[in-house]
């Protein structure tokens, strides 16, 4: 499995659902989420504080969700 099987889409609804990291790992393996969280945080689409298990949404991310 890599990175590119776990979508943006897929990694933005878990975050949006809260507890992304536990949903996420429980179908994926932990360094394909891991890789996906830290795309997303580079695409700015997501945001963490002292862990990057933890994520939330940015604006843009709220946005990508959204469709706009």
Known sequence: MKRSDLTAQA?????????AWDALTSRYPEK???AALEREDRAG????????TRPWLTDKGKAAIAGE
């Open 11 to 19: 990694v933005l609804d878990a975050v949006r659902d809260g507890d």
């Open 32 to 34: 394909v989420v891991l």
């Open 45 to 52: 689409r997501i945001d963490y504080g002292t862990t990057i």
